[in-house]
């Protein structure tokens, strides 16, 4: 599977931005798509993830309540919906896939990756 993520830049604090992920060639049966985070000099973050077959979602806590993710099927597509953004949240994100419906938050149990997109959020 190839995955292709795009909608990052630069937004001031409480702003919104809207991330996309594209999912194409070979996808697996059931499978899960995930948005992790990172900022320079730290680890890569979960953020959340989705269950493509039935919508099911997982969200870090720093991210509840602001972050939204989706699916649209039809363009098999994953969206990251992210409100009242702060500047903690500044960050290449990447979208991520892997195969069944475990909601995993280690980086490590995902095989596709996208190329990041960099969210900045100003002060």
């Known amino acids: 599977v190839q995955l292709q993520a795009s909608g990052g830049g630069l937004v001031q604090t409480g702003g919104s931005l809207r991330l996309s992920c594209l999912a194409s060639g070979r996808t697996f049966g059931d499978y899960t798509m995930a948005w992790f985070r990172q900022a320079p000099g730290n680890e890569r973050e979960f953020v959340t993830a989705?269950?493509?077959?039935?919508?099911?979602?997982d969200y870090a806590d720093s991210v509840k309540g602001r972050f939204t993710i989706s699916r649209d099927n039809a363009k098999n597509t994953a969206n990251l919906q992210m409100n009242s953004l702060k500047p903690e949240d500044t960050a290449t994100y990447y979208c991520?896939?892997?195969?069944?419906?475990?909601?995993?938050?280690?980086?490590?149990?995902?095989?596709?990756w996208g190329q990041g997109t960099l969210v900045t959020v100003s002060s």
């Open positions: 989705i269950r493509w077959s039935d919508g099911t979602t």
């Open positions: 991520a896939a892997r195969p069944g419906t475990v909601l995993s938050t280690f980086a490590g149990a995902y095989v596709g």
